[in-house]
């Protein structure tokens, strides 16, 4: 069936280092993949999306790259704040018949250190 | 505009009673969709509406059933809780227009603790 997986987390960096998320997706059809966001006590945020090979989402200098041969969409940004600090989801979105079912991943920690 | 709504925010019961979760999505949105986040986890899929009719339905016992009114607005109703059941439960909603999937908008979520 549908899955998908990130990186083990937690991820803890200094403000202003460079961020990696990786995440990887099983190759049923060609889904959509998004990046969701979480803060603390509050639901999911949109951070970006991609809807076909190749496409690149970006949204508040985080990247991801939809690559269809590697079935990856990390997420990227180059240079992390405090205020980034979340967690991250990445998922899949199959249609068809289902309309639209996400699929996420086990979400990854990020915190970020002054 | 207002984003996705749900009501209430937290709740707490008991094992064995019944609950009932509210949800209204994005004017203009006819789709919409619940899901289950148990803590340090990612969400899981429950059920879709689309104009009143269930579209899709994840791997959830049938303790578990959801509605879809005239308005788009949604309840999901759990039965028999059990202390598993702890979680929150977001609401998204979708155009869901053409057939054809679309971005999923979530609301805060309703923060469920069963004792």
């Known amino acids: 069936g549908d899955s998908v997986t990130q990186m083990e987390g937690p991820v803890t960096l200094s403000e202003e280092a460079f961020l990696t998320i990786n995440c990887t997706y099983t190759?049923?059809?060609?889904?959509?993949l998004f990046w969701y966001v979480q803060y603390p006590g509050e639901g999911l945020q949109l951070l970006l999306k991609?809807?076909?090979?190749?496409d690149k989402g970006s949204n508040k200098g985080f990247e991801a790259t939809y690559r269809k041969e590697t079935t990856s969409f990390h997420l990227e940004k180059g240079s992390v704040q405090v205020s980034d600090s979340a967690v991250y989801f990445c998922a899949r979105l199959s249609g068809g018949t289902s309309y639209g079912k996400l699929t996420f991943g086990q979400g990854t920690i990020l915190t970020v250190h002054p | 505009d207002a984003g996705v709504t749900q009501s209430p925010t937290h709740l707490i019961k008991t094992r064995g009673q019944q609950v009932t979760l509210r949800c209204s999505p994005i004017s203009g949105h006819k789709s919409v969709s619940w899901y289950q986040q148990v803590l340090g986890q990612g969400p899981q899929f429950i059920f879709q509406?689309?104009?009143?009719?269930?579209?899709g339905r994840g791997n959830f016992p049938d303790r578990f059933s959801a509605r879809q009114f005239p308005n788009y607005s949604s309840e999901l109703n759990v039965n028999a809780l059990l202390l598993g059941d702890s979680a929150l439960y977001l609401c998204?909603?979708?155009?869901?227009?053409?057939?054809?999937?679309?971005?999923?908008?979530f609301g805060p979520g309703t923060r469920l603790t069963v004792l």
């Open positions: 509406y689309y104009e009143k009719e269930e579209r």
């Open positions: 998204a909603s979708s155009r869901g227009s053409g057939g054809a999937p679309n971005e999923q908008f």
């Open positions: 190759a049923t059809g060609y889904p959509s």
């Open positions: 991609a809807t076909k090979a190749d």
